[in-house]
């Protein structure tokens, strides 16, 4: 059966399919709209969500006829109702519309813009689980009349949508041509900006199951990614406590954590592999995630977030040696901007950052106290570390890598009985040393200063620490073996600083959630 519905004139889809958006922001917008209606699916329902790329892929590596390829996304969400389909696939609401408020899709622009975007409609088949059959939609026009066709594609007791894209748009879909593109950058990007969605609950189950399909022309499955989680990973794995926000009078919420990002080295700790800078959570990206329904709408560095609507008093001198990266989940009262890709800067956003602006001034000013405090208390150490060594040419190096014993000696001996330590054979051995637990990054500093001072230093180093963290452990046995680079570890009873009281590091897992009322 084949009908016509009306569609509303109200923009053109010329106007819509010239934007700055890259292949990542328009499929996100399609699938932005399974991930939408996950509020209303039953309890315990998985919603899966397929981005297919059917193509002629050649060796396997890359697209060798992009005029062939199509792009289906296939959702199993609760699909449109047939007497919704106007409204729906009109393009933008009307003021007459209730605006889905806080939802992925208030505007009623994405879906259009990415197919608009990305190539032509090749068709839609959608079904609500209250209708007996699918409906079929082959055209996408901006006035006049909609034709509908029945479809047999989901079963009775089935729903979902199935979008398929043709004649695609060279321009915007560049960054799928190759299979290594896909895999460095589309899937550590979607992983990220889905993983709230992504991870897996109590009951061993996700809300979201997201994955990205290679097929050849015949739809057999080439290459599969099942999409995970990406975690934040922060330094000295101290989670910094999420606050949450409510100003009653306005009528908002929204939680805010603030952090530093582990580096490259505390990653390698985790037993975890960063791929390059196209992690959205790579530490020298320094950003910090503004989510909504949770998935986020943008990453933003600490200053560019604050910077713009606070005055002189609040504003973030910029800090490109500390990476910041931190959160902030908008629970109520804020809205997205048209393509969502930024927050409305409305007066409820504009309040909430001059009060993330206050919170992120005390972060960092306590982080420089605990930084200098920790430089003091390595000179204290250096200081009576000295006292305990004697021979010749032994001294401390300024720039804390201590001691350096250059001299004629063949002994150095501790002020400790009955020890000594042979130094004949390791004359300008670099000693790096740490007012706290030394961790994988310590390792990964004696590297650096060896590469860096090659021909100085030999292929040895002491790292002095009162205690040795278990990923410290593992780099250095891995040094060892592959680069053939012997890290001594020696702790500060080792070299008599037995009653030296040194401040370890914290670890802390499960924070609780502090709540401040406005």
């Given at each position: 059966m084949t009908q016509t519905i009306p569609i509303s004139p109200r923009l053109t889809k010329s106007v819509f399919a010239r934007n700055s958006m890259d292949f990542t922001a328009l499929i996100k917008e399609l699938i932005d709209n399974p991930v939408a209606e996950m509020a209303n699916t039953p309890d315990g329902f998985v919603t899966k969500v397929e981005v297919i790329i059917n193509a002629n892929w050649g060796d396997g590596a890359r697209i060798i006829d992009l005029d062939s390829a199509r792009i289906v996304i296939k959702d199993n969400s609760v699909g449109i109702?047939?007497?919704?389909?106007?409204?729906?696939?009109?393009?933008?609401?009307?003021?007459?519309?209730?605006?889905?408020?806080?939802?992925?899709?208030?505007h009623g622009f994405g879906m259009k813009i990415a197919i608009w975007s990305l190539g032509d409609l090749e068709y839609i088949?959608?079904?609500?689980?209250?209708?007996?059959?699918?409906?079929?939609?082959?055209?996408?026009?901006?006035?006049?009349?909609?034709?509908?066709?029945?479809?047999?594609?989901?079963?009775?007791?089935?729903?979902?949508?199935?979008?398929?894209?043709n004649k695609l748009n060279k321009e915007k879909v560049f960054s799928i041509v190759r299979k290594c593109d896909i895999s460095m950058w589309v899937v550590p990007y979607l992983s990220a900006v889905y993983s709230n969605l992504l991870v897996t609950n109590q009951m061993n189950k996700k809300r979201l199951e997201l994955s990205i399909i290679l097929q050849d022309l015949k739809e057999n499955e080439i290459t599969r990614w099942n999409l995970e989680p990406t975690e934040m990973y922060w330094r000295n794995n101290k989670i910094d406590e999420r606050q949450s926000i409510n100003n009653k009078k306005l009528d908002y919420s929204a939680d805010f954590n603030l952090g530093i990002a582990a580096s490259d080295a505390e990653y390698t700790q985790y037993g975890k592999e960063l791929r390059g800078k196209n992690n959205p959570f790579h530490p020298w990206?320094?950003?910090?995630?503004?989510?909504?329904?949770?998935?986020?709408?943008?990453?933003?560095?600490?200053?560019?977030?604050?910077?713009?609507?606070?005055?002189?008093?609040?504003?973030?001198?910029?800090?490109?040696?500390?990476?910041?990266?931190?959160?902030?989940?908008?629970?109520?009262?804020?809205?997205?901007?048209?393509?969502?890709?930024?927050?409305?800067?409305?007066?409820n956003y504009i309040d909430l950052i001059k009060r993330i602006a206050i919170k992120a001034k005390a972060f960092i000013s306590s982080e420089a106290n605990r930084t200098q405090k920790l430089l003091n208390q390595e000179k204290d150490i250096r200081e009576k570390l000295c006292k305990n060594w004697i021979g010749a040419g032994c001294y401390c190096d300024p720039h804390r890598k201590i001691p350096i014993c250059n001299g004629e000696a063949d002994i150095i001996k501790y002020n400790k009985p009955h020890e000594e330590i042979d130094f004949k054979k390791d004359l300008g051995t670099l000693c790096e040393l740490k007012a706290e637990e030394a961790d994988a990054l310590s390792c990964y500093q004696i590297l650096m200063y060896l590469e860096t001072c090659s021909g100085i230093y030999k292929d040895k180093a002491w790292l002095i620490a009162p205690s040795f963290s278990q990923g410290c452990k593992n780099i250095v046995q891995k040094f060892e073996k592959e680069k053939?680079?012997?890290?001594?570890?020696?702790?500060?009873?080792?070299?008599?600083?037995?009653?030296?009281?040194?401040?370890?590091?914290?670890?802390?897992?499960?924070?609780?959630?502090?709540?401040?009322n406005i």
């Open positions: 109702k047939r007497n919704l389909l106007s409204s729906c696939l009109s393009v933008g609401k009307e003021e007459s519309q209730p605006k889905s408020i806080h939802s992925l899709h208030e088949i959608t079904k609500d689980k209250g209708e007996k059959t699918s409906t079929k939609i082959i055209d996408l026009p901006t006035e006049g009349k909609l034709s509908i066709f029945d479809n047999d594609l989901f079963c009775e007791n089935e729903s979902g949508t199935v979008i398929s894209i990206n320094k950003k910090i995630s503004i989510y909504i329904n949770d998935r986020i709408i943008c990453r933003k560095s600490l200053e560019d977030l604050i910077n713009p609507h606070v005055g002189e008093d609040l504003k973030i001198s910029g800090n490109y040696i500390v990476p910041y990266q931190g959160s902030i989940i908008l629970r109520k009262g804020f809205k997205t901007t048209l393509f969502k890709d930024d927050i409305e800067p409305d007066e053939g680079i012997k890290i001594l570890m020696k702790s500060f009873s080792d070299v008599g600083l037995d009653n030296f009281d040194s401040t370890k590091k914290t670890r802390n897992r499960n924070k609780k959630l502090k709540t401040v």
